[in-house]
Each structure stands twice: as structure tokens, then as C-alpha cells.
């Protein structure tokens, strides 16, 4: 039942993803595209934006009760699936590019979650970890983050939008090991566990996460925007799983190597949905002006170009 939630809040999260990143091609149409923290609030503007956002908040509710029920090692690697189904949406929203390596890619990633969830059985585990281990988490998780972010400013759009989403995947991540706990103290009530620090990490995290990932997705690129969220979050979680909850796959020790390479060809697949990126350039943004010169060198040769410039 965990993994079918799951897989419904990976199906949410990619269809909110190509919904908010059509709201923001409609904003860059009019001049007023997304290109900083300060402008994310123009959103809220745009219609199909804000159903977007409602259907994010549906796929956090089906995470929160994969989580209540299942383990993160198992659930948060099914989110890979993200991926998987924001290729057709992102074609069909946003008019997004989609090639036959994608379509491999996300062939590879099912078949590598398909084998991980029959392999892989982790042990049950804990609900909570001590305080000094949340902290030591939360420094390891948010120092990478932040530098992704900073150099990311830096990079090619398809750049920025790995980075900026290998940076919100982490904090996703993160997130999820606080909602982990958050929902094993509602079972004592909606203010219990508003009495517990870890729900306002919960939320927090989750807020930056989400700031960043509207910025990854500002620029265009939604395959490697995606495939890097989808990719990160998984990683960290397990990571955390294993750290904070002491989830292990068990024994015999061909299931725990099984499953391992099962994860790791999800991941190789959604390596190879980035590496074939084809995107839109989002109008306005850097590198549109490439992209309008190219189309226009097709039609009236180099001389046309220079004279539209």
C-alpha cells in the first residue's frame, strides 16, 4: 500500500511541476518572467500555477501517508518515478522535447524500481533520532545545498536547472526525514506534535525546497530539472533512512546487492533523461535570444540575423 501511494504523490509532483512551469512561461511571455527569490511571489498571479501548487499539496499528503506506513529507504526511491512521468506531462503541458534515450531512460528507471521494491525489504527500524544526530543531518544536507545554489547562479540554463534541482532534492529529502517523525506524533494529536520542533523543520525545509525548485524549473530545462530532484531526494533519503531510522535491506546479503544495483540503474536512467536534454528555452531567459536567431538563421540565412539583431 506504501508504494502505491508513492508512486501517486511521484504522479502528483510531476504533473504540478509541468502545471507551475507553464505558469511561468506565461509570465516570461509577458516580459515578467521568474529570475529571483524576489520574483517567485508573481506567481500567485497565474491560474494554472496555483492548481499546480493544489496538486503539490496533494502529492505531499499521499507522501505523508506512504511515510506513515512504509519505510523512507523504500518510499522516497519510488519517487524516481517523478521523472518517469513528467516526461509525457512536460510534452503535453509545455510542449517540451522528448527523445528516444528519454524514453530508454525511463524504461531503465522502471525496471530498476520494479526489481527494487520485489528485492528490497528493509528492517523496520526507528520513528525518531536524537537531537545531535537531526543537527549533524541538517548541516550535512543544507552546506551542499547552499553551494549548489551559488554556483548554480553561474551556469548554463540546463546547468542551473540540475543544480538548483540536486540542491531542492536534498532539502526535499531532508524534509521528508522530519515528516517522517512529524506523522508518527499526530497519532497523539495535531498539537503534540505542533509542540515538537520537527514539524517546523518539516516545513521549513519543505518551504525552501520548494522555492528552489520553481527557480530550477524558471529556467526552461524540466527534464534535468526533474531528473536531478528526482535523483537527489531518493539518495539523501536513504542516506537518512539509514542513519537516522537505521532502515537496512535485509538479509540474505544477494538481496541487499540486488536492490543496490536495481537503485543504482533508476538512477542511471534518469542520468540518462538528463544527458539527452532537449528543452525549451523560456522566453526572455538566457539563451532564448540563441534559440530565436537559430529558427530565424533557418529561414532568412546569417544575413537575416545579423539585420534582426
Not at 501511494?5 to 516580459?31: P, R
Not at 503539490?56 to 518510499?75: H, K, M, N, P, W
Not at 518517469?84 to 512536460?90: E, N
Request: hydrophobic letters at 55%; proline letters at 5%.
Amino acid at each position: 500500500m506504501a508504494a502505491i501511494f508513492a508512486l501517486l504523490a511521484a504522479f502528483c509532483f510531476a504533473l504540478a511541476a509541468a502545471l507551475q512551469q507553464k505558469g511561468q512561461f506565461q509570465l516570461a511571455e509577458k516580459g515578467k518572467e521568474v529570475s529571483g527569490v524576489g520574483s517567485l511571489f508573481r506567481m500567485i498571479t497565474v491560474p494554472v500555477w496555483l492548481f499546480g501548487s493544489l496538486i503539490l499539496l496533494v502529492g505531499y499528503a499521499t507522501q505523508g501517508i506512504a511515510l506513515g506506513s512504509g519505510r523512507l529507504v523504500v518510499v522516497q526511491p519510488l519517487l524516481v518515478m517523478t521523472v518517469v512521468f513528467a516526461l509525457p506531462l512536460g510534452y503535453w503541458i509545455t510542449q517540451q522535447f522528448v527523445v528516444r534515450r528519454q524514453v530508454l531512460g525511463a524504461v531503465v528507471i522502471i525496471a530498476g524500481l520494479v526489481l527494487f521494491v520485489l528485492v528490497g525489504d528493509p528492517d523496520s527500524g526507528v520513528s525518531s533520532a536524537p537531537a545531535i544526530e537531526y543537527l549533524g543531518a541538517i548541516v550535512a544536507v543544507c552546506i551542499p545545498s547552499a553551494l549548489l545554489v551559488f554556483y548554480g547562479t553561474r551556469a548554463s540554463p540546463a546547468g542551473k536547472a540540475a543544480m538548483f534541482g540536486i540542491s531542492a532534492g536534498l532539502l526535499f529529502g531532508l524534509s521528508a526525514s522530519f515528516a517522517k517523525t512529524t506523522i508518527d506524533q499526530l497519532s497523539d494529536g495535531i498539537l503534540d506534535a505542533l509542540s515538537h520542533p520537527e514539524a517546523y523543520a518539516l516545513l521549513g525545509f519543505g518551504l525552501a525546497a520548494f522555492g528552489i525548485q520553481q527557480l530550477s524549473l524558471s529556467t526552461g530545462q524540466f527534464a534535468p530539472a526533474m531528473a536531478a530532484v528526482a535523483v537527489a531526494n531518493p539518495v539523501i533519503s536513504v542516506i537518512l533512512g539509514i542513519v537516522l531510522f537505521q532502515e537496512s535491506l535485509t538479509r540474505p546479503a544477494w538481496h541487499v546487492l540486488v536492490a543496490a544495483l536495481a537503485l543504482a540503474a533508476a538512477f542511471y536512467g534518469a542520468y540518462m533523461i538528463t544527458a539527452a536534454n532537449r528543452e525549451r528555452q523560456m522566453p526572455g531567459g538566457p539563451g532564448a535570444r540563441d534559440v530565436e536567431d537559430a529558427g530565424l538563421r533557418s529561414r532568412t540565412g546569417p544575413e537575416g540575423a545579423a539585420a534582426h539583431r
